[in-house]
């Protein structure tokens, strides 16, 4: 079983920047994918960023150029930089990680979701 745990999300005012941490820990021999995702009040859950392998990052069109994702190998975490903040990136985020137990079985899990609220 992997538990994902995130944290970095609060109140920011639009322009601001926040820093999404997500820690995975469990029997992981191996993390594959990784990627953040988000929900705001209505809408279906959307990809944000994400990390297929080394040297492949795919963003939504909405956050390229802000929103930069990247990972800690040694340490199984996960971190979404959010800068230049806007009041529509308001939603629930969530990570997302994909990978192998020790004993050769896949997981695919999702973390608890941290609330990011731009406004002033």
């Known amino acids: 079983q992997v538990q994902l745990v995130e944290s970095g999300g609060g109140l920011v005012q639009p322009g601001g920047s926040l820093r999404l941490s997500c820690a995975a820990s469990?029997?992981?021999?191996?993390?594959?994918?990784v990627g953040w995702y988000r929900q705001a009040p209505g809408n279906e859950r959307e990809l944000v960023a994400a990390?297929?392998?080394?040297?492949?990052?795919n963003y939504a069109e909405s956050v390229k150029g802000r929103f930069t994702i990247s990972r800690d190998n040694a340490n199984n975490r996960v971190y979404l930089q959010m800068n230049s903040l806007k009041p529509e990136d308001t939603a629930v985020y969530y990570c997302n990680v994909q990978g192998i137990f020790y004993n050769f079985t896949t997981f695919d899990s999702w973390g608890q979701g941290t609330q990011v609220t731009v406004s002033s």
């Open positions: 990390i297929a392998r080394p040297g492949s990052t």
């Open positions: 469990g029997s992981i021999l191996r993390i594959s994918a």
